[in-house]
């Protein structure tokens, strides 16, 4: 019963199911306003966990409209996250070259009087993301978007911990980051 739960699920949020998840025109899994990569990262953490278990198991992904290998799972939330989408944009503050510089975050936005420089605190956070449109702006006050969340960061470590342990394309990309 459970089993059959995941799979339905997971075929929706990839497109490939009977009902699909609501989709951005840019691929992003779009459910709330606020914060949308909450969504993102709890698909990506249960994506992660359904590969593992696919791998481990020795099976792949039967949807109604196609199949789907572990190593798909493994990337498809990940992959827009780190900016493989509509505005190549990467939402985890210093990964990519076009990553979230006004960051909603108390030492973020403090000033350092020694160097004249903002603080690196936030280095790695995963923020809100962007809206129902893939818009995005990049602007403090907009917190919707550019605030970082415990939440978010606690799912996305652990998908990230799980993409570097494992033998594939993510590692290059994860030593940049760590």
């Known amino acids: 019963k459970y089993q059959q739960k995941a799979k339905n699920f997971m075929c929706s949020c ?3 199911g009977d009902i699909n998840t609501h989709k951005t025109s840019g691929g992003l899994i779009y459910r709330q306003s606020w914060n949308t990569m909450y969504f993102v990262t709890s698909v990506a953490f249960f994506a992660t966990t359904y590969s593992d278990y696919l791998t481990s198991a020795r099976k792949y992904l039967k949807c109604s409209c196609g199949s789907v290998s572990s190593n798909e799972l493994l990337s498809f939330s990940v992959d827009y996250i780190l900016g493989d989408n509509l505005r190549a944009r990467s939402y985890m503050v210093g990964c990519g070259n076009n990553n979230p510089r006004q960051v909603h975050n108390k030492a973020f936005s403090l000033i350092s009087f020694k160097k004249g420089e903002r603080s690196s605190s936030p280095y790695g956070a995963l923020i ?51």
């Open 14 to 16: 990839l497109v490939k």
């Open 128 to 178: 809100g993301g962007p809206d129902a449109y893939d818009n995005f702006t990049d602007q403090t006050y907009i917190y919707e978007q550019t605030e970082p969340a415990t939440y978010n960061n606690a799912l996305f470590i652990t998908v990230l911990a799980r993409l570097h342990a494992c033998q594939n394309d993510y590692n290059q990309l994860l030593l940049g980051i760590f």
